[in-house]
C-alpha cells in the first residue's frame, strides 16, 4: 500500500503514510486503545522504511506530541475532511492513509478513484453491524486494506453487508506503559480481595454488556458462596463493578430488588492504576457480554492472572479457552452464568499463576491463568 506503480512491475514513488484517528485519548476506551496501538505500529513501520508519517486526529493526541506532523482538530470534522483531501490533492510525495475506524474514512467516498490514495480502515464491530449505506458503504467497499479485530466482528458485518472485499483478522493486544493516575486505597479496601469483577461502561445502549444478567446470576447462587463478615459486622462484597454511566441507577435499584445489594459494589469511574489493582486482587473476571467485537477487558483480566467468564458464540471466545483459561456460558441464561460461577476456581491464585508471572500483553487463547475446576 506504500508503493505507487505506474504500470506492472514498475515502482514509481513510494507512499508516505497519513494516519487517521477518530481520537487517541487515554479515556477513549478500546477503540482509542487499539488507535493508539495502530498509530505506534504504523509509525514505527515507517521509521524503518524512511518513509514520511503524520498524524490527522478528530479528537486527542494523548501519547503524540502536536506538532512534528500531528495534528488535532477538536471534533471538527469537516475541518479534518479537508485536511484529509489536502494531503491527496497537493502536489509532491504520494500518501497513503490508515483509518483507526470507518467514521473519518468517509471523506474517500467522495473522491473519485483517479484523485482517491490507497487507504486502510480498522473495523471493530458495533460500527458495521448494521446495515451501512452512502458514504460509509462506499468508503468500506472502497478501501484497499481492511482489517478486523475478530472473527466475530468480521462475521457480523457479512451478515448485515452486501460483499465488500477481503478483510484480514488481525486481533489486539495491550499497551506495555505504565498505568495513569493515583491507586484510590479507600476503595480498595472497601473491595477487599477474591471477588468477581465486572468492567464496563454502564450505557442505556449498551446492555448487551451483561451487567444485568450478572446480577440475576448472584442472586441464583447457592448459600455457601456468599461473601464474608469481616469482625466489624461489614460483608466484603461478592461482585465488584467497575464503571459508570447512564444505566448505573436502574443496575443499582436491580440489585436492589434482588437483595444482593449488599454484595455489590459500584465503584463508578476508577483510574488505571486503581483498576489494576482491582483487577489483581479479583477472584475471576466476568463479562458475558455478547455484543463485543474483540474484548480488550479479557486480556486486561488474563495479563493479572485472572481467569475470565465470557459469553459463548461471542469474540470472547476467540479469547477465552473454554475449560482452560475461563468459562463460556449462555449470556442470557443467569443460570447458566450462577454455574459457571460455582464451578469456578475460587481459591487465588488460580491454578498457583501468580500476577507477576502472568505474560505481559497476553493477546492469544492459551496465556493467563489455568481453569481447574
Known amino acids: 500500500m506504500t508503493e505507487s506503480r505506474d504500470r506492472p512491475g514498475r515502482t514509481s514513488q513510494r507512499r508516505d503514510l497519513v494516519f487517521v484517528s477518530a481520537g487517541l485519548e487515554l479515556d477513549g476506551g478500546g477503540r482509542a486503545l487499539a488507535g493508539r496501538l495502530l498509530a505506534a505500529g504504523s509509525a514505527d513501520y515507517a521509521r524503518e522504511r524512511g ?8 479528537g486527542g493526541l494523548d501519547g503524540f506530541v502536536a506538532g512534528g506532523g500531528a495534528r488535532a482538530f477538536r471534533g471538527r470534522q469537516g ?7 489536502r494531503r491527496q490533492l497537493a502536489g509532491g510525495r504520494r500518501v497513503a492513509l490508515i483509518y483507526d475506524l470507518l467514521g473519518p474514512a468517509r471523506a474517500q467516498a467522495w473522491l473519485p478513484p483517479p484523485l482517491r490514495a490507497p487507504y486502510l480502515v480498522a ?4 460500527e458495521v453491524w448494521r446495515h451501512l449505506s452512502g458514504s460509509r458503504s462506499r468508503a468500506l467497499r472502497h478501501a484497499s486494506v481492511r482489517l478486523a479485530t475478530s472473527h466475530c466482528t468480521l462475521a457480523g458485518a457479512r451478515a448485515v453487508n452486501r460483499d465488500f472485499g477481503p478483510v484480514e483478522v488481525l ?3 495491550l499497551e506495555e506503559r505504565p498505568p495513569t493516575g493515583e491507586v484510590d486505597g479507600a476503595l480498595l479496601d472497601r473491595a477487599g480481595r477474591d471477588y468477581l469483577l465486572i468492567v464496563g461502561r454502564m450505557a442505556a445502549t449498551e446492555r448487551y454488556k451483561g451487567h444485568h444478567q450478572l446480577l440475576q446470576a448472584l442472586q441464583r447462587l447457592p448459600a455457601e ?10 460483608v466484603r462484597p ?9 444505566d448505573r441507577p436502574r443496575l443499582e435499584a436491580l440489585a436492589a430488588t434482588l437483595g444482593v445489594a449488599d454484595r455489590v459494589l459500584f465503584t463508578g469511574f476508577v483510574s488505571e492504576a486503581s483498576l489494576a489493582e482491582l483487577y489483581a486482587r479479583a477472584a475471576i473476571f466476568v463479562m458475558p457480554s455478547r455484543g463485543e467485537g474483540f474484548g480488550l477487558v479479557y486480556l486486561e483480566a488474563m ?3 485472572r481467569p475470565c467468564i465470557g459469553a459463548r458464540a461471542s469474540a470472547a471466545a476467540e479469547i477465552i479457552a473454554d ?8 449470556p442470557l441464561d443467569p443460570d447458566d452464568i450462577a454455574g459457571a460461577l460455582v464451578r469456578a476456581p475460587w481459591a487465588r491464585p488460580a491454578a498457583g499463576v501468580s500476577s507477576s508471572s502472568s505474560p505481559r500483553g497476553a493477546g492469544a487463547r492459551g496465556c493467563g491463568p489455568c481453569w481447574t475446576a
Open 51 to 58: 518513509i514520511g508519517w503524520s498524524l490527522l486526529s478528530l
Open 79 to 85: 475541518a479534518l475532511a479537508m485536511a484529509i483531501w
Open 123 to 126: 473495523l471493530y464491530g458495533i
Open 171 to 173: 486481533p489486539l493486544c
Open 225 to 234: 458462596v456468599q461473601p464474608r463478615r469481616q469482625a466489624a459486622g461489614n
Open 238 to 246: 461478592l461482585l465488584v463493578i467497575a464503571g459508570d454511566g447512564d
Open 303 to 305: 495479563r493479572a492472572a
Open 323 to 330: 475449560g482452560a483459561t475461563g468459562l463460556l456460558v449462555d
